[in-house]
Nanobody, 127 residues
Framework: QVQLVESGGGSAQTGGSLRLSCTSS????????IGWFRQAPGKRREGVASIDIDGTNTEYAPFVKGRFAISRDKAKNTDYLQMNNLKPEDSGTYYCAARRPWNNCRDGVVPDDFNYWGQGIQVTVSS
């Protein structure tokens, strides 16, 4: 079972920042398209951002563009989601996910395109 682990969640106030990390002890992040998703209670899981195998091409959902940034540290085998100017509607459980090895990202950050998931981490933004 491919394992992804998220870290860095927690609480922030409106306008604050958090940085989430996604890593794996079982495979090289650099061989994967990685996506970040979130799910609020009672809502569908939605795509937030993705980064391609090369770590150079990124895609963002409109509601986080300009506020969130996804990046990759190949040496640390870790991807990051820097979240700035947080809003209460950013609250939810955040998941990182990976596509199969060497299957690059598709257009759109769609949950069904991803094969391996972390267990999720909570982010709470208070007003």
């Amino acid at each position: 079972q491919v394992q992804l682990v998220e870290s860095g969640g927690g609480s922030a106030q409106t306008g604050g920042s958090l940085r989430l990390s996604c890593t794996s002890s079982e495979f090289a992040i650099r061989s994967r398209c990685i996506g970040w998703f979130r799910q609020a209670p009672g809502k569908r899981r939605e795509g937030v951002a993705s980064i391609d195998i090369d770590g150079t091409n990124t895609e963002y959902a409109p509601f986080v563009k300009g506020r969130f940034a996804i990046s990759r540290d190949k040496a640390k085998n870790t991807d990051y989601l820097q979240m700035n100017n947080l809003k209460p509607e950013d609250s939810g459980t955040y998941y990182c996910a990976a596509r199969r090895p060497w299957n690059n990202c598709r257009d759109g950050v769609v949950p069904d395109d991803f094969n391996y998931w972390g267990q999720g981490i909570q982010v709470t933004v208070s007003s």
